[in-house]
């Protein structure tokens, strides 16, 4: 639920309320992401589970979690939220040019103007999303922001136009940044509905 919407049972995981509306081919949903979730979901479990519980500021070194080849599952971790994200910019109509966002999955290329934050969870655990805030200039978005929470672990998805220099954007990661080390992000709440990036 968000602030616009009242709550609506979810049932099972295989509600269509849990899927997007938009289409997407099924080798593209499949075969072709397959590599991005299973990254994803072996990053994340690692993160979870560590103990003590990831804090802010605490330095992770991915290549504990992937041994081989860390540069290419860390672009796979990119890709798994670049596909969310072009699926949130077609749902929600947003003025993103979609077509960069294609181009960067099929020839497996990062996308230059999208980064992610990693930190622990404001509040309570739980598994969800935020709407997407654009942030608009002459009609098209200049940055763009959402959150993406599974128990402890938040992620802050960020895409911003070349020159942007937002607060979020300070501990982000990038591919093109490498992949030997991350900054876990503190992220603030505004009254339990919004959540912030602060360094």
């Given at each position: 639920h968000t602030d616009k919407r009242r709550n609506i049972k979810v049932g099972s995981l295989k509600a269509p309320i849990l899927k997007f509306s938009t289409p997407i081919c099924n080798h593209c949903n499949s075969a072709r992401t397959?590599?991005?979730?299973?990254?994803?979901?072996?990053?994340?479990?690692?993160?979870?589970?560590?103990?003590?519980?990831?804090?802010?500021?605490?330095?992770?070194?991915?290549?504990?979690?992937?041994?081989?080849?860390?540069?290419?599952?860390?672009?796979?971790?990119?890709?798994?939220?670049?596909?969310l994200f072009g699926l949130l910019i077609l749902e929600g109509k947003l003025p993103i040019d979609i077509a960069s966002f294609s181009q960067a999955l099929i020839h497996e290329r990062p996308h230059p103007n999208v980064y992610l934050a990693f930190g622990p969870a404001p509040d309570e655990p739980r598994i969800g999303a935020t709407d997407v805030q654009c942030a608009s200039l002459n009609d098209r978005c200049a940055f763009a922001?959402?959150?993406?929470?599974?128990?402890?672990?938040?992620?802050?998805?960020?895409?911003a136009i070349d020159g942007e220099k937002r607060e979020g954007l300070l501990n982000?990661?990038?591919?093109?940044?490498?992949?030997?080390?991350?900054?876990?992000?503190?992220?603030?709440?505004?009254?339990?509905?919004?959540?912030?990036a602060v360094t």
């Open positions: 397959q590599p991005h979730d299973r990254a994803w979901q072996r990053f994340s479990e690692a993160l979870r589970g560590r103990a003590p519980p990831i804090a802010a500021r605490q330095v992770i070194k991915p290549n504990r979690i992937f041994p081989y080849d860390t540069r290419h599952e860390m672009r796979n971790i990119h890709f798994y939220f670049l596909k922001t959402w959150f993406y929470e599974v128990g402890n672990l938040f992620v802050n998805i960020m895409y982000a990661w990038h591919p093109r940044l490498g992949h030997q080390r991350l900054v876990l992000a503190r992220f603030l709440t505004d009254n339990g509905n919004h959540a912030n």
